[in-house]
């Protein structure tokens, strides 16, 4: 497994999963999903989409 992290933008994530971008901005904004903000962008890594997606369906809860 690579070590390399990969850093995807809020419409990255959006269309991984097949949500809107603003949900994706709103979600952040909730800290229900980790950002990193970087010179006005809002900017997810990978690994931190996962836990989100992983946390929703022990859950059960809908995005």
């Given at each position: 497994m690579s070590s390399?992290?990969?850093i995807m933008t809020a419409q990255e994530v959006a269309e991984?999963?097949?949500i809107s971008?603003?949900?994706v901005t709103r979600l952040a904004q909730r800290g229900e999903l980790?950002?990193?903000?970087?010179?006005?962008?809002l900017l997810?890594?990978?690994?931190?989409?996962?836990?989100?997606?992983?946390g929703q369906r022990q859950n059960g809860a809908p995005l």
């Open positions: 390399e992290i990969m991984l999963l097949r971008r603003a949900t980790a950002r990193i903000p970087v010179a006005g962008r997810f890594t990978r690994l931190e989409v996962t836990r989100f997606v992983s």
